[in-house]
């Protein structure tokens, strides 16, 4: 088996209504703890105008963090593109990059919260097509060389980027679909794929089509990341890690439908946003699920004893993912030493058994959010 990137993605979640300073001075001791574990990247998430997750700049972080920690990567899953201006932007990734001595890993996307676009005032309607912008002008800048460039929503004439990179940066991007992964695979973007409802199937269907768009579009996937993300938490058995969770999973699950407006459909007549006006119903009936059918919920995650977690991550493994990286926050419903002991468990219980045991057979009925 080829050697497989494990990383940690850490939201900065408050869905108990605790203190947000208190949450933000658990910030370092989550760092210390993934640094000296070896996990290879932590990821945080852009968002804005709520307590479901409490970033609004992750970059701003990732400057605060490369002070403080020598070997991890930084990255976003995801800085919204279409909410910046994109060489303002690619400014910010180059500072950290320096200042980080070469370890961030800019993930994009174009951002599923139609009420975060409105009061930043952004049409939704027009992420896909700022999202494409933007990648061209990052891709321009991050060179280091003088362009231009004309846009429908900004224009560059003769500028070059400063402080210039001291290397090559390749983007990451966002996928919800296997039409974006293909998308995403010939502009030569490293993969970044977490479990939002799709089952098992698509997962490995998206993974699929971003590999051949890429190699049909000349790039070498030897240099590209396919990155997967799912929820995880480990157990001693099973039945204990299913038990834990079911007492917290609701409130998770209802703030962030309560964040994305999940009963009133905000996507429903946006175009660009089908995929998810056709998932709302379904989400939010997972909501309001008993507790026996979050059972099926949970069936979908890296939940479960250090066998059950390596035998889930195997099978993405086997499917080609080659970085599998581990939201343990779980909306901010669980204590950070509970979250820390996961940390704990993944990088000495479960990763030295992935290449020895048998992938998990999904049921395709299991991946639900």
Not at 98 to 126: C, F, K, Q, W
């Given at each position: 088996m080829d050697p497989i990137r494990y990383s940690v993605t850490m939201p900065i979640a408050n869905s108990t209504g605790r203190s947000d300073v208190d949450v933000y001075r658990e910030i370092d001791v989550r760092y210390d703890t993934v640094e000296a574990l070896g996990f290879d990247t932590v990821f945080n998430l852009e968002h804005h105008f709520g307590d479901y997750i409490m970033c609004?700049?992750?970059?701003?972080?990732?400057?605060?963090?490369?002070?403080?920690?020598?070997?991890?990567r930084l990255s976003n899953a995801i800085i919204v593109a279409p909410w910046h201006n994109p060489i303002r932007l690619a400014e910010q990734i180059a500072m950290v990059d320096?200042?980080?001595?070469?370890?961030?890993?800019?993930?994009?996307?174009?951002?599923?919260?139609?009420?975060?676009?409105?009061?930043?005032?952004?049409?939704?309607?027009?992420?896909r097509a700022r999202f494409d912008e933007s990648?061209?002008?990052?891709?321009?800048?991050?060179?280091?060389?003088e362009f231009s460039y004309e846009g429908p929503f900004?224009?560059?004439?003769?500028?070059?980027?400063?402080?210039?990179?001291?290397?090559?940066?390749?983007?990451?991007?966002?996928?919800?679909?296997?039409?974006?992964?293909?998308?995403?695979?010939?502009?030569g973007l490293h993969l970044i794929i977490g479990n939002i409802g799709q089952p098992v199937s698509q997962s490995r269907s998206a993974l699929e089509g971003y590999q051949a768009a890429a190699v049909a579009a000349g790039h070498d996937l030897s240099q590209l990341e396919a990155m997967y993300h799912g929820l995880a938490y480990v157990g001693d058995t099973d039945e204990q890690?299913?038990?834990?969770?079911?007492?917290?999973?609701?409130?998770?699950?209802?703030?962030?439908?309560?964040?994305?407006e999940v009963a009133?459909?905000?996507w429903k007549n946006v175009k660009g946003?089908?995929?998810?006006?056709?998932?709302?119903?379904?989400?939010?009936?997972?909501?309001?699920?008993?507790?026996?059918?979050?059972?099926?919920?949970?069936?979908?995650?890296?939940?479960?004893?250090?066998?059950?977690?390596a035998r889930r991550i195997r099978t993405f493994v086997d499917f080609g993912y080659n970085h599998i990286?581990?939201?343990?926050?779980?909306?901010?419903?669980?204590?950070?030493?509970?979250?820390?002991?996961?940390?704990?468990?993944?990088?000495?219980?479960?990763?030295?058994?992935?290449?020895?045991?048998?992938?998990?057979?999904?049921?395709?009925?299991?991946?639900?959010?």
């Open positions: 609004p700049d992750t970059m701003l972080l990732h400057a605060y963090v490369a002070a403080r920690t020598e070997r991890i320096l200042l980080s001595d070469g370890r961030t890993l800019p993930g994009l996307g174009r951002g599923n919260a139609v009420h975060e676009h409105e009061n930043l005032g952004i049409n939704p309607e027009e992420s990648v061209e002008v990052l891709q321009l800048a991050l060179t280091g060389e900004h224009s560059y004439h003769n500028i070059e980027l400063r402080p210039r990179p001291n290397r090559t940066i390749t983007l990451g991007g966002a996928a919800t679909s296997p039409g974006t992964a293909e998308r995403l695979g010939t502009k890690a299913y038990e834990d969770l079911l007492r917290v999973v609701p409130a998770q699950l209802d703030a962030q439908a309560r964040f994305y009133k459909n905000r946003y089908e995929f998810q006006s056709e998932a709302a119903a379904g989400y939010q009936a997972m909501v309001d699920m008993p507790t026996d059918l979050l059972r099926l919920f949970l069936d979908g995650h890296f939940v479960g004893s250090p066998e059950t977690v990286s581990f939201y343990c926050e779980w909306g901010g419903t669980i204590p950070v030493e509970r979250e820390l002991e996961t940390f704990r468990r993944i990088m000495e219980d479960v990763v030295p058994i992935v290449p020895e045991v048998e992938p998990w057979q999904f049921d395709e009925m299991a991946l639900l959010g």
